[in-house]
């Protein structure tokens, strides 16, 4: 799977989504492909589920963040069920789970040191998600190219991200997209901007 292509739309930067009451903005937005939900309820999820593929956007739900869905392997099957194609989560038993369902799944990491970095290498090698996003996305360059260079897939990055010199630098230290909640980095044109 060309995870940039089928997963970010290749597209930079994917929206993260804090209250469902907000989801509107990001399904309607032009430049926004992926929806990150950070907040969610089960009840619910069926119809932000649909909601969101009958827009032809991805919807990559963090399971550590929703209310109501066992966070087992029972849990996982109910929300394939449902139709839910992507996960995130820092869970390594859940990333198992839903790569044996057929899920999408990026394993979120937060690197405070060397050695979380280490760490999260190691539990991202052992349960193979299709990414990792690291938190938060102005890591320096060295971690990146530790990540991709010891993972082989792609590196997303979240948090901290403020301005578009943020995003801008984090593209440039080899981060493949980002995720925020910031409406007006949403907007931002890659076209001829270099970002090496």
């Not at 089928?6 to 930067?13: G, N, R």
């Not at 044996?100 to 937060?110: H, T």
């Amino acid at each position: 799977m060309d995870f940039l292509k089928t997963v970010m739309l290749d597209k930079k930067i994917g929206a993260t989504i804090r209250r469902v009451e907000d989801l509107n903005q990001a399904i309607h937005h032009p430049k926004i492909g992926t929806i990150f939900l950070l907040g969610a309820n089960i009840n619910i999820l069926p119809s932000i589920v649909k909601k969101v593929h009958s827009d032809n956007k991805v919807l990559l739900v963090h399971l550590d963040m929703m209310e109501g869905a066992g966070k087992d392997r029972a849990g996982i099957h109910l929300l394939a069920r449902m139709g839910l194609r992507g996960i995130v989560t820092t869970k390594p038993n859940l990333v198992k789970y839903a790569k044996e369902e057929g899920m999408v799944v990026i394993q979120r990491l937060f690197v405070l040191d060397s050695e979380s970095v280490k760490t999260g290498i190691k539990m991202a090698s052992s349960v193979k998600p299709d990414a990792v996003e690291i938190l938060p996305a102005t890591v320096p360059h060295f971690v990146i190219q530790d990540m991709k260079g010891a993972l082989g897939i792609p590196v997303l990055g979240g948090g901290l991200l403020r301005t578009e010199e943020d995003v801008r630098l984090a593209l440039a230290n080899g981060i493949d997209a980002v995720s925020t909640s910031l409406r007006h980095l949403w907007d931002m044109d890659f076209i001829n901007c270099d970002l090496t």
